[in-house]
């Protein structure tokens, strides 16, 4: 009988392409996206004025926009994209180690929007409290604020888990890419029948090379 593991198992993602291929795609992306944010933080930190918002334009008593926050949020999409490209060139590279930390990030980023999902259960009102801090200038902000309390923690709990489904097929994807480059690694290769769910497990390919071939059998003579 194959395992849980064994029989999540697949070497392809999006229906058409190679995890090992969407695992690079997946990196370079997230490489991509955290570049644009640290170039709009830098540009941000070089002219402030532009890019800063007061407690006034914020309707609450809270800077947010100062430097230092920026600084931080520059050090973490420094840190992302070091993380997606170790994850870039370890899937290009066929090195396993080098998936990790991207893949402990999805695992993080993934527990962190379950708890959003449960706090709104929890506390539905925070929707309502978020949507009053909004600015006033925020499109739609009356129409959605016009809406019952019920109907918002339906929509927000239901576009959320469309996020958390997506999320957590991207982590099997790069699952499945660990394993498999994890497999390349190894000298035992798995071969999975899937007519009727039998594992068979082929020897090392040393081993094989290694064996001597069997002694043909004595030819027959005329008599």
Not at 14 to 27: A, E, F, K, S
Not at 101 to 129: E, G, K
Not at 165 to 173: P, T
Not at 191 to 220: A, C, F, M, W
């Amino acid at each position: 009988m194959l395992s849980p593991w064994d029989r999540w198992y697949s070497s392809t993602c999006c229906l058409c392409c190679h995890v090992r291929t969407g695992t690079i795609i997946l990196g370079v992306w997230y490489m991509l996206i955290n570049a644009v944010v640290l170039i709009i933080l830098f540009t941000a930190l070089s002219d402030p004025d532009q890019y800063h918002l007061t407690s006034a334009e914020l309707a609450n008593d809270l800077d947010v926009m100062d430097d230092a926050n920026m600084c931080i949020a520059s050090a973490i999409s420094l840190l992302m994209i070091l993380i997606c490209g170790m994850a870039t060139y370890g899937a290009y590279k066929l090195h396993a180690a080098w998936i990790i930390p991207f893949f402990c990030y999805q695992i993080f980023d993934f527990a962190l929007n379950t708890l959003v999902a449960v706090s709104i259960v929890v506390y539905p009102n925070t929707i309502q409290d978020y949507l009053q801090q909004l600015p006033e200038n925020f499109p739609y902000k009356e129409e959605v604020a016009a809406l019952s309390s019920f109907c918002l923690v339906l929509i927000v709990l239901l576009f959320i888990s469309c996020i958390l489904a997506f999320k957590a097929y991207l982590i099997a994807c790069v699952w499945n890419c660990y394993r498999y480059v994890c497999g390349r690694g190894s000298s035992e290769v798995l071969l999975y029948v899937t007519t009727n769910d039998t594992t068979v497990l082929l020897p090392p390919y040393d081993d094989s090379v290694g064996v001597p071939p069997k002694q043909r059998p004595l030819s027959y003579t005329t008599a």
